[in-house]
């Protein structure tokens, strides 16, 4: 079946280490993103890729990092310099890259809940 | 500066209520697009419903329906007779005309509906 997978579900961290988030798509789609779900504040865009090789930040970029080597993989990697690491992150695709000719809604993966202990 | 705002944190209903969540939005764009998803416990945001701003028909889909209006920038969900499979938090979005389907997100209404 078509979809977005994400892994782990559920990870733990201790302070200072770096953890990566894994983001894998079948589904074709050439556009990625990273959210970021804390309660109360509903999802944040982390960064996002409209093509391999290429990925732009979002309104929270800073202690995350991302990589596009491949169409169907999106990893983000949140480092010790994130101040505050503990939340879900949410993981989505969209078939087309946006423009007023492509209206297409993001698919999301289960998410991945990080705690930093 | 776009932006979507969900007054309502929480709602409880009991089962075969009608409950509306309501979805306030700003943007400058002239062409826009706004959307609901759902949230349900397991974490995976699944798409509902998908609106552009030249389009101001009501929609109904099964027990949902949603009420766009540009002139007081709402675009509320209803659900009639709730049932428990509803049970969820619910995200209005909003994506500009822009080169980007990046979507910003309401905070979210939980709802929670009781046997």
């Known amino acids: 079946d078509g979809g977005i997978t994400q892994s782990p579900k559920y990870l733990f961290r201790k302070e200072g280490q770096n953890v990566t988030l894994s983001c894998e798509q079948n589904?074709?789609?050439?556009?990625m993103y990273w959210y970021r779900q804390d309660p109360g504040q509903g999802l944040r865009l982390i960064y996002y890729?409209?093509?391999?090789?290429?990925?732009q930040k979002g309104d929270i970029a800073e202690g995350y990092s991302v990589s596009r080597e491949k169409k169907e993989s999106f990893p983000l990697t949140v480092t010790s310099a994130q101040k505050n690491p503990t939340a879900f992150y949410l993981c989505?695709?969209?078939?087309?890259?946006?423009?007023?000719?492509?209206?297409?809604?993001?698919?999301f993966g289960e998410g991945s809940r990080l705690t930093v202990l | 500066a776009q932006k979507v705002t969900q007054a309502q944190t929480e709602i409880s209903v009991v089962e075969k209520e009608d409950v509306t969540l309501d979805c306030v939005y700003e943007?400058?764009?002239?062409?826009?697009?706004l959307f609901w998803y759902k949230q349900p416990p397991s974490g995976e945001l699944v798409f509902l419903i998908r609106?552009?701003?030249?389009?101001?028909q009501n929609e109904i889909s099964g027990r949902y329906s949603w009420n766009f209006q540009k002139s007081t920038s709402s675009f509320n969900f209803t659900i009639t007779a709730s049932q428990v499979v509803d049970s969820a938090v619910y995200f209005c979005?909003?994506?500009?005309?822009?080169?980007?389907?990046?979507?910003?997100f309401g905070t979210g209404t939980l709802l929670a509906v009781q046997p």
């Open positions: 989505a695709s969209s078939k087309g890259t946006g423009g007023l000719s492509n209206t297409g809604e993001l698919f």
């Open positions: 589904l074709n789609h050439d556009a």
């Open positions: 890729s409209q093509i391999v090789n290429d990925f």
């Open positions: 943007t400058r764009d002239t062409t826009y697009y």
């Open positions: 609106r552009n701003s030249f389009d101001e």
């Open positions: 979005a909003l994506k500009g005309g822009g080169a980007t389907n990046k979507l910003i």
